[in-house]
Every structure is written in structure tokens, then in C-alpha cells.
């Protein structure tokens, strides 16, 4: 009963970073000449996405820093989500800062170096392959936003972590295309693969726990 209601009070502070998150994404998106949506799922859904969210990891974890910490990085990918969701791009003001704590925090892994190496190396992988893909299809198939994110999320999560993050992520993002193709019964039809990047980042470090 203790741990329900430890995740009940947490989803409650979850809500009031939700709110927070969506406020500083107006703000942002008017920061980058964009017109923020004030459709219901843009306004409501970073502060039910967040509750949901921190609900879950409170439960699963307790109080204690590691929540603390890990719900940072929760709101992070939740802002991620609904921002590219809506404008197709991903904030350097938000991952910036994030890489750097993600940074910090993985120096104190054993070994130190792994977190750093991860990040790099997922990173170049995916420039990579935003470089063939434009190559290939003359279009941007994957945008540096989705570089830095993996890059981000390889700081975050680990070698084999993050692997498993970006499986979920490309699962997750071949289920909505199908699912695109066949109600525009078009293959012209495009998505963002960031959210689904942040999905797939939001399963494993809950997994990690």
C-alpha cells in the first residue's frame, strides 16, 4: 500500500512537470519562429504522459535519488516526444544540457570511459546512416536531431542498454509507418523517428531498474 501511494504522490508531481514541460515548449517553439498547437494532445498530453510515467518509475524504485534522477531524464524524453511529434525537431536547449548531466553521471559508472564511448559510437553510427539515407533517397531519413538523440541516450543508458533502446525505437516506429501506409494507402507518407528513439530510451531505463 506505502509503494502505491509513493507512486500516486509522484504521479501527481509528475503532472506539474508535464505542465512545466509543455510550457517551456511554447516558449521554445516561439523562441525557434514556430506556432505552437494547442490541440488536446499537445496540451494535455505531456502532463498525463509524465504522471503515467512517474507513477511507474516511483513504483517500481521508491523515493530516493536514483527516482529523482531517472524522472529528470523521463521529462527530458517526454518533451522530446510531444515537441517532435509536433514540429518534427529536437531541441539542442534541451539535449545540450541533458548530455551534459548524462555525461557527469556516467563517469561514474564502472568503466568510467563507457558511457562516453557509447555515446560517441551510437552517435556516429546514426550520422552514418543519415548521410546514406539522404544519399540513397535524395531525403533526410533521419535528421541530426535523431543523432544527437541517440548520442544522448547512449551517455544515458550504456553499451548494450541502448541497443535494446534503439531496437524498441525502430520496432516501434516500423509499427506506426505500416500503420501510416495503410490509412493514406500511400508509401509517400513520412514520421519522426525521435519519439519513438524516446520511447524506446523511456522502456530500458525503467528496465534498468
Not at 523562441?31 to 507513477?55: D, R, S
Not at 513504483?59 to 522530446?80: A, E, H, M, N
Not at 529536437?90 to 559508472?109: C, E, G, H, K, N
Request: charged letters at 10%; a positive charge.
Amino acid at each position: 500500500m506505502n509503494q502505491i501511494l509513493v507512486a500516486a504522490g509522484w504521479a501527481l508531481v509528475g503532472v506539474a512537470a508535464g505542465w512545466f514541460a509543455r510550457w517551456g515548449s511554447v516558449r521554445l517553439a516561439k523562441l525557434e519562429e514556430l506556432e505552437p498547437g494547442y490541440k488536446a494532445w499537445q496540451v494535455y498530453g505531456p502532463p498525463i504522459f509524465a504522471a503515467l510515467l512517474f507513477g511507474i518509475f516511483a513504483y517500481g524504485l521508491g523515493i530516493g535519488p536514483t527516482l529523482i534522477i531517472d524522472s529528470l531524464f523521463v521529462l527530458v524524453l517526454v518533451q522530446v516526444i510531444f515537441f517532435d511529434l509536433e514540429h518534427r525537431l529536437i531541441l539542442d536547449r534541451v539535449l545540450f544540457p541533458s548530455m551534459a548531466l548524462a555525461l557527469v553521471l556516467s563517469l561514474f559508472r564502472h568503466p568510467w570511459w563507457a558511457g562516453i564511448a557509447t555515446g560517441l559510437g551510437a552517435g556516429l553510427v546514426f550520422l552514418f546512416l543519415a548521410w546514406l539515407g539522404a544519399a540513397i533517397f535524395r531525403a533526410e531519413a533521419l535528421g541530426f536531431g535523431d543523432v544527437k538523440l541517440v548520442l544522448f541516450m547512449g551517455l544515458l543508458l550504456g553499451p548494450l542498454p541502448v541497443l535494446r533502446a534503439v531496437f524498441y525505437g525502430v520496432f516501434l516506429a516500423g509499427i506506426v509507418a505500416v500503420a501510416v501506409i495503410v490509412v493514406q494507402r500511400s508509401l509517400k507518407g513520412t514520421i519522426a523517428y525521435g519519439p519513438y528513439l524516446a520511447a524506446g530510451a523511456l522502456i530500458v531505463l525503467f528496465q534498468l531498474h
